[in-house]
């Protein structure tokens, strides 16, 4: 056999035995500490939440199809896990409520310089229902900015600053 052939069998071989390596999905949709339970989300900004926020952002992911191929399975495993740490709508409530109003502090400023969603996400038109217009952005500020003012106005104001990291 000539070594192109070889080398085009090995890696057949390859692809199609990475195909039996399964990340775990994100499907649990457990929504006992959603943000929903706490705080207002008009149906203009939970539309807007669900296309281009929570496939990252919570505990239920829409997968596309070519989440069931690897290495694309295994890159957006990883892609969202790191999303939910960052950041997890689903589970928002669990934590501190100066770590929350700091998280919808990080929305406004990630949404306004556009590094939300991530252009990976979006490229290609992929995903392209989460790509927002500067009116979805405004929205999405307007409201993040509105629950911190909540906030403000319902807990002392030394409830709401992030410790110091040591």
């Not at 706490?38 to 952002?57: G, Q, R, W």
């Not at 505990?59 to 290495?71: D, K, L, M, V």
């Not at 989460?130 to 509105?146: F, G, I, S, V, Y």
Request: overall charge positive; some cysteine; aromatic content about 10%.
């Amino acid at each position: 056999m000539r070594k192109t052939t070889k080398l085009l069998i090995a890696f057949a071989v390859l692809f199609l035995g990475i195909q039996a390596i399964r990340p775990e999905k994100n499907v649990s949709n457990d929504q006992t500490y959603d943000i929903s339970k706490k705080y207002t989300i008009p149906d203009e900004v939970n539309d807007i939440l669900k296309v281009a926020c929570n496939d990252c952002h919570s505990n239920y992911t829409r997968y596309p199809w070519y989440a069931e191929i690897q290495p694309a399975a295994s890159w957006l495993a990883s892609h969202v896990n790191d999303g939910k740490k960052k950041l997890n709508y689903s589970e928002l409530l669990k934590r501190p409520i100066a770590v929350q109003n700091h998280k919808f502090e990080e929305t406004i400023e990630m949404v306004k310089e556009k590094e939300m969603p991530l252009a990976s996400y979006t490229y290609l038109g992929l995903h392209a229902d989460a790509k927002l217009t500067d009116e979805q952005r405004l929205l999405l500020t307007t409201w993040a900015q509105a629950q911190m003012d909540m906030l403000k106005a319902t807990y002392p104001a030394d409830s709401l600053v992030m410790p110091k990291r040591r």
